[in-house]
Nanobody, 115 residues
Framework: QVQLAESGGGLVPAGGSLTLSCAAS????????MGWYRQAPGKKRELAAA???????YYADSVKDRFTISRDNPKNMVYLQMNSLKPEDTAVYYC?????????WGQGTQVTVSS
């Protein structure tokens, strides 16, 4: 099992920046990919950014060039640096970890961008 704990959400004005952190614990050696999903009110959960154990990254078009995902393997941490935030980035952000056989989720952290 893997446990994930997010932190760093909050209220920020449009154009501002925020960094989310996710700490993984438990069977962390089994983790292949870590990522950040987000879910806005009334919408489906969507993948915002992800990074593999090999260092490759993926970004949704909506966040490309504004968000940066990074991973600190020795510390079992993953971060999401969010710049130039827009009101449409308002959502609950969830940390996700994938092993070969399972998906693990954090409890989510609210990000609200005011216009």
């Amino acid at each position: 099992q893997v446990q994930l704990a997010e932190s760093g959400g909050g209220l920020v004005p449009a154009g501002g920046s925020l960094t989310l952190s996710c700490a993984a614990s438990g069977s962390t050696s089994s983790i292949e990919t870590m990522g950040w999903y987000r879910q806005a009110p009334g919408k489906k959960r969507e993948l915002a950014a992800a990074t593999s154990s090999g260092g490759s990254t993926y970004y949704a078009d909506s966040v490309k060039d504004r968000f940066t995902i990074s991973r600190d393997n020795p510390k079992n941490m993953v971060y999401l640096q969010m710049n130039s935030l827009k009101p449409e980035d308002t959502a609950v952000y969830y940390c996700n970890a994938k092993s070969l056989w399972s998906d693990f989720w954090g409890q989510g952290t609210q990000v609200t961008v005011s216009s």
